[in-house]
């Protein structure tokens, strides 16, 4: 048994080596080199936050490096995207590396020496503008990535693109922007990329620590109005008219029976929110008109075609039984999340020399949405979950994303960027 054991040892020792370079240990030393420069970029990047398709700065500044390190830079790409290509000494596959670069028009309350007080308008309105979702922290670990890689160049077989989209959280009013565009500009077609990879940070992960899924992942959000045509009257006398509020309140109720009710739960999430409700002008007076509006989260596209319908029979049925009518229309706004199983498989071990084998974990279904999806419609794509939650912090109470209270430990986005350094490398 020994013996066999010893004799197996050597033979993998003489083996391995030809099987497989692994650069992990020199991604790591290149890493902690530029870790210092990293925190900085990302600290000056979150201390000066750009509302989506206004990065102009934050294009600049990454656009300025990329060139820096000798990378072929493409700026103004759907309007302030930036892609850098970097090609490797041999050829093979094309693999892209993406990045959101966006702020949210939120006021920071955090109490860090790199707060936010930068203000600008948003949809007419004057407001705080912050790194609410650690976009910050994406570029940040992006530029790192593209500083490591350019200086392994030698040792790359095949093309990395770098990419550093505006808009990931929606262009504003009248504008369009964020992954979409960028897919529709042809950063996925010249070159034309093979597998594209992208990082979340998340406050409620601890740091060290990579999460993901396979297959659906996040969920496909499209967004809902109803519209609800009564007839007026005064308060004083409902049965004269037909009250688009009561029909309202019902409807309201008939969207969550969709939910609870009609929907295959254990197969994957549906959510149904509706966010905002307008009507009336007085106490007593009945309106003619109620609008009432929301999101739909989806995580099985079979599911969101069967919801639309519900949700349009829902409406227009119990319009009508009340004598009023509903006008239901529904933007389909991003797609499911979806994680190419074979892709995942492939990629996890590049992951876990990033941080640990027992540092990778699966994750649950994310109601949330992310524009990333439109890469994956275009080539297999994996997209994970990088811990920014201070060690022992607790998941359940930490502010979430998008708050003014939202807070990311930047201590270890070196395991950002050994990941997809290692992806990069491993990639066959
Ligand atoms: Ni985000």
């Not at 955090?110 to 004057?126: A, H, I, L, M, R």
């Not at 079979?302 to 119990?318: F, S, Y």
């Not at 109601?367 to 994956?376: L, R, W």
């Not at 060690?391 to 050994?418: E, M």
């Amino acid at each position: 048994m020994k013996r066999m054991f010893a004799t197996t040892l050597v033979l993998f020792s003489l083996i391995a080596p030809v099987l497989a370079v692994d650069m992990s240990a020199e991604i790591d030393a290149a890493t902690a080199k530029i870790m210092p420069q990293v925190v900085q970029w990302r600290r000056y990047i979150h201390e000066h936050p750009e509302l989506g398709n206004r990065e102009v700065e934050t294009a600049k500044l990454v656009a300025e490096h990329l060139r820096k390190l000798g990378i072929e830079t493409r700026t103004g790409v759907a309007k302030t995207g930036v892609v850098g290509i970097l090609k490797g000494a041999q050829p093979g596959p094309v693999i892209g590396l993406r990045a959101d670069m966006d702020g949210l028009p939120v006021t920071e309350r955090v109490d860090v020496p790199f707060k936010s007080t930068v203000k600008s308008e948003y949809n007419g309105q004057t407001v705080g503008v912050m790194h609410a979702c650690g976009h910050d922290t994406h570029v940040a670990m992006l530029l790192g990535t593209a500083t490591v890689l350019a200086g392994m160049k030698d040792k790359i077989k095949g093309t990395v693109v770098f990419i550093f989209q505006p808009a990931e959280e929606g262009a504003p009013a009248g504008e369009t922007g964020g992954a979409s565009d960028m897919v529709k500009e042809g950063v996925m077609d010249n070159p034309k990329i093979d597998a594209i990879f992208g990082i979340h940070i998340n406050s409620a992960t601890e740091i060290g620590t990579i999460k993901y899924k396979s297959g659906a992942e996040m969920a496909a959000s499209d967004w809902f109005s109803i519209k609800i045509k009564g007839r007026q009257a005064h308060g004083a006398y409902p049965w004269q008219g037909i009250d688009p509020i009561a029909v309202a309140t019902q409807i309201y109720t008939g969207l969550q029976m969709i939910v609870a009710r009609q929907s295959e739960l254990p197969k994957a999430p549906v959510i149904i929110t509706v966010g905002r409700m307008s009507a009336g002008i007085r106490e007593n007076i009945i309106p003619e008109e109620v609008t009432m509006a929301g999101t739909i989260r989806t995580l099985d596209s079979e599911m969101q075609n069967d919801v639309h319908e519900k949700i349009r029979r829902t409406a227009t049925k119990i319009a009508e039984s009340m004598g009023a009518t509903a006008e239901v229309t529904i933007d389909r706004k991003t797609p499911v999340t979806y994680n190419d199983p074979a892709l995942v498989k492939k990629m996890v071990p590049s992951l876990e020399k990033a941080t640990g084998k027992g540092n990778v974990l699966e994750a649950e279904w994310v109601t949330g949405a992310e524009d990333f999806a439109f890469y994956g419609q275009k080539a297999p794509a994996f997209f994970f979950f990088v811990g920014g939650m201070p060690k022992g912090g607790n998941p359940k109470t930490v502010p979430s994303h998008h708050t003014p209270d939202f807070f990311i430990d930047d201590s270890r986005l070196d395991v950002g960027i050994k990941a997809f350094c290692n992806i990069v490398f491993d990639y066959k």
